[in-house]
């Protein structure tokens, strides 16, 4: 049995206590693992789409965490894994950080005691079709109650459809844009709410990033303008907790998915990296399990060796069973 679905049947055993959090204490450098895995159960009338807008995860996340539950009637009385443990991307802590595979925003701040936090929230990013554009970037306005003004590729493309978009959508409860509204250094590019919150956590629009209502409410009145935002891609995030290294895999973008083995030659060369500084002792199996399921939860996959004198090159060759 894989080391993920022995780790899934020992959590359903011990965990019931559930908490919701969306802001965390920095962790001390060389250390970038946030959160912990939780569970919770469901009512009659749940769905998982009203659990992951409960404890602020996005519909793609909380899919792929729990692939035997029916999104729609998930049964009352069912255990939901919240795959509420993050590995913090691999990027400066400062400012607005989102990694488009894993659909999550990162915002690097310090609290009213000055102390380091993060405070992290699942998004919506662009379709294949319209991808939002990766790269460094800064907020430059913020509106409340915005208007839209749907650009002509827009319009041209629900005119496909027979839907005729105005000019101007005023603020509403129409207004794809909701209530809040960031504007990027980017021409054309938002950080905004939306009218329709059960699409957070996919890839659904022309670019921009959605959030949540209640999110964006709240990043609104954190943010400044000027604030640094730096959008990447990364599918695999590797993380250090005490003596462990953890893997965090992602389902890739479409247009950029790895393969096993193009994920595997990747995770390695971290790991080699890795063990030039500390001895490590390679969980083959944990780390097989995590490139095939892309669950986009943290595994531990390595642990700091009892022999730290030598340091062994890492590669494909030593694991002939990950192939």
Not at 123 to 128: A, F, L, N, P, Q
Not at 246 to 251: H, K, L
């Amino acid at each position: 049995m894989h080391t993920l679905k022995l780790c899934a049947i020992f959590l359903l055993s011990s965990i019931t206590i559930v908490s919701h959090a969306d802001r965390y204490v920095q962790p001390p450098d060389g250390e970038n693992l946030i959160g912990k895995i939780q569970l919770t159960q469901t009512k009659h009338e749940d769905t998982l789409l009203d659990i992951a807008r409960q404890f602020d995860l996005g519909q793609n996340e909380i899919l792929i965490a729990n692939p035997g539950v029916d999104r729609w009637i998930p049964g009352e009385k069912t255990r939901v894994l919240l795959p509420t443990r993050f590995i913090l991307p691999n990027a400066p802590r400062q400012g607005i950080v989102v990694n488009i595979p894993e659909m999550r925003l990162y915002y690097f701040t310090k609290d009213k005691q000055k102390q380091s936090v993060v405070i992290t929230h699942p998004i919506s990013v662009g379709r294949m079709d319209w991808n939002t554009p990766l790269g460094l970037t800064r907020i430059i306005a913020k509106q409340k109650d915005p208007s839209w003004r749907p650009p002509d590729s827009i319009k041209e493309e629900h005119a496909l459809d027979g839907d005729i978009l105005p000019d101007v959508v005023p603020a509403g409860p129409d207004n794809p844009l909701g209530q809040y509204a960031i504007r990027l250094a980017v021409p054309g590019y938002l950080i905004h709410s939306t009218n329709k919150p059960f699409g957070i956590g996919m890839r659904v629009t022309h670019g921009c990033v959605r959030m949540y209502p209640t999110d964006i409410e709240k990043l609104f009145e954190q943010v400044e303008i000027n604030t640094s935002v730096r959008i990447v891609n990364q599918q695999i995030k590797f993380g250090r907790s005490m003596d462990k290294l953890y893997i965090e895999v992602s389902p890739g973008l479409e247009e950029n998915n790895m393969n096993y083995t193009e994920a595997l030659a990747f995770a390695l060369d971290i790991i080699d990296k890795e063990s030039q500084s500390i001895s490590l002792r390679v969980d083959g199996n944990a780390l097989r399990t995590a490139l095939e399921e892309r669950n986009g939860i943290p595994v531990a996959i390595a642990h700091r060796s009892a022999d730290d004198s030598t340091h062994k090159q890492t590669h494909l060759s030593q694991f002939p069973k990950l192939l």
